[in-house]
T-cell receptor, first 121, second 114 residues
């Protein structure tokens, strides 16, 4: 399948600081990227959907001013957790969908990055 | 009713057996169906997708789709301990405007014991 990278893989920060997580599609153009959060032993929770060049669509209950998403290009989306607090500690995972005709994946398939484990002290 | 339902498990099978994972969905107009595998502490990995009724085989994996029954399953032949993971069923429902966002089931935990 297609390759999606995330950086950093792990981050520890102090309460009140902001953390930026990058998500890149390495071998295809991602027209749509998704950001998920997963707490231990719980299901994936979709936070927002972002399309290149437009504003992200946030799921109900997700604060858009706290979780800033930018999808500036077809290969890069960023999630910034602003003024992080201990309750924001979680596993953040991006996924990407999209491709050109003849690419090794079709438009429907969604590929996940390896995730970023955030710990807020 | 949840949009995508899976038995949480754990489903325990002996090594070498066939593991059968099941998933039902509520939106009759759904068109695309996916199976992801998630190891503990890792992100999901796409292992199979199926769009048409019937069976689709890829190595030891077979996905089965029955749209009339709104049922999709994943069979894993010759199960190995390395197959022990949580398997997530995901569906694109038509009500969300077609190909918008995947709806995930809560996952079934599979344990393959030697």
């Amino acid at each position: 399948g297609a390759v999606v990278s995330q950086h950093p893989s792990r981050v520890i920060c102090k309460s009140g600081t902001s953390v930026k997580i990058e998500c890149r599609s390495l071998d295809f153009q991602a027209t749509t990227m998704f950001w998920y959060r997963q707490f231990p032993k719980q299901s994936l929770m979709l936070m927002a959907t972002s399309n290149e060049g437009s504003k992200a669509t946030y799921e109900q209950g997700v604060e858009k001013d706290k979780f800033l998403i930018n999808h500036a290009s077809l290969t890069l989306s960023t999630l910034t957790v602003t003024s992080a607090h201990p309750e924001d500690s979680s596993f953040y995972i991006c996924s990407a969908r999209g491709g050109l005709a003849g690419a090794k994946q079709s438009y429907n398939e969604q590929f996940f990055g390896p995730g970023t484990r955030l710990t807020v002290l | 009713q949840k949009e995508v339902e899976q038995n949480s498990g754990p489903l325990s099978v002996p090594e070498g057996a066939i593991a059968s994972l099941n998933c039902t969905y509520s939106d009759r107009g759904s068109q695309s169906f996916f199976w992801y595998r998630q190891y503990s502490g890792k992100s999901p990995e796409l292992i199979m997708f199926i769009y048409s009724n019937g069976d689709k085989e890829d190595g030891r994996f077979t996905a089965q789709l029955n749209k009339a029954s709104q049922y999709v399953s994943l069979l894993i032949r010759d199960s190995q301990p390395s197959d022990s993971a949580t398997y997530l069923c995901a569906v694109y429902p038509m009500f969300s405007g077609g190909y918008n966002k995947l709806i995930f089931g809560a996952g079934t935990r599979l344990a393959v014991h030697p």
